[in-house]
């Protein structure tokens, strides 16, 4: 981190005299973060330096195994042929998954439930994503490099279905269903956890590219001055179809305070839109099932472990908002799949 701090402000006889932190709020990860200042000596002159610090955490389940460390690779090693804009960093050490960066300018109001965005600012953001999975497309060798990326439908796939059906047979065991939670529904996808390899031969049969993993508005900061994005939080950056990123990005916009500046399948449409313009053509009604097919699996994959097994991290406002989704969004999308194979 010293050493980070010399080169952020070009002086290479720099100390740090005294540093404090204090927690943020945070996301929902269960990420440490803290705003810390740090008083700065160099020569003569004594200064104060704010940074943001993410501490490394080891969280249990499939799903966020290694994620800091995920996170800390991005910004050591895949930051500079990233084509879209990320924090500043200051220092990252890969091996505890802890990463110092400085503050984000002044951003649009939002937080993980809602974000003061408009049209454009949607617009923008799905074409930043579709020039990231651009970039990337097809890069299977290219990406196989780096170990440590997530690969939720190749190696990590297994691991994730493991905590999908744990999750949904502890809810049956205990019978914790409720009137969002039914018995039926629990059975729909349980028999889905059981037998996967239509949803992911769906997955697998788009081409890869880098994913974000988690490309929501709770994690792009749009600045006020000239209304960069920058997208931080790659916790679950992955190997995968982009379609997985396509559902993250529409997954906030459907809590109930969120107030979309227009809705989830023109936003959908608008990702489409800016992935033909880079050249990538994609068939529209392979991509409808595919959008499906992220929609079981990124459920299978987070949300099914957490009501299940961890149900502990789950407070009750979160599961209120959550029930909301799930209800708009993902038991229809079960049914079409489900009247699709019956
Ligand atoms: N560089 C930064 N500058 C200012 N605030 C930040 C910065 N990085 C993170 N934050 C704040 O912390 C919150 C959580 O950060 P995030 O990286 O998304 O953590 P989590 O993995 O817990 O979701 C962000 O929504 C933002 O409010
Ligand atoms: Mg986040």
Not at 232 to 261: E, S
């Amino acid at each position: 981190m010293l050493a980070g701090c010399r080169r952020l402000l070009a002086a290479p006889g720099l100390d740090v005299r005294v540093l404090q932190c204090q927690p943020l709020p945070g996301g929902l990860s269960g990420s440490v973060l803290e705003r810390c200042s740090l008083q700065v000596h160099d020569g003569a002159i004594d200064r104060t330096l704010i940074l943001i610090h993410k501490r490394g955490a080891v969280v249990a389940g499939a799903f966020l195994r290694g994620a800091s460390q995920r996170e800390a690779w991005v910004y050591h090693s895949l930051r500079p042929h990233i084509p879209l804009t990320l924090p500043d960093i200051v220092a990252v050490d890969v091996d505890q998954g802890d990463i110092w960066m400085v503050p984000f300018a002044a951003s649009k109001p939002g937080n993980h439930w809602s974000a003061a965005w408009d049209r454009d600012d949607v617009e923008q953001s799905l074409q930043d994503l579709a020039r990231l999975h651009h970039h990337f497309w097809g890069q299977t060798a290219a990406l196989a490099q780096h170990s440590w990326l997530a690969r939720p439908i190749g190696r990590d796939a297994e691991a994730l279905l493991a905590d999908a059906r744990a999750g949904l047979s502890a809810l049956q065991a205990a019978s914790a269903y409720d009137a969002v939670l039914t018995p039926a529904i629990v059975q729909q996808w349980l028999a889905l956890a059981y037998q996967p390899q239509p949803l992911l031969d769906e997955l697998r049969a788009a081409p890869a590219t880098l994913l974000h993993g988690d490309a929501g508005f709770q994690n792009i900061a749009i600045t006020k001055k000239r209304h960069r994005r920058i997208w931080y939080d790659w916790q679950l950056a992955a190997i995968g179809p982009a379609v997985l990123d396509v559902v993250t990005f529409l997954h906030p916009w459907a809590y109930p305070q969120a107030r979309p500046p227009l809705s989830l399948p023109e936003m959908a449409e608008l990702y489409q839109q800016a992935i033909r313009q880079t050249g990538i053509s994609l068939e529209q009604t392979a991509w409808m099932r595919q959008l499906d097919a992220a929609l079981l699996w990124r459920w299978l994959s987070q949300w099914a472990p957490l009501l299940g097994l961890y149900r502990q991290r789950l407070r009750n406002d979160v599961r209120e908002r959550l029930y909301q989704v799930f209800t708009k969004v993902h038991w229809p999308a079960l049914q079409r799949w489900s009247r699709a194979r019956t």
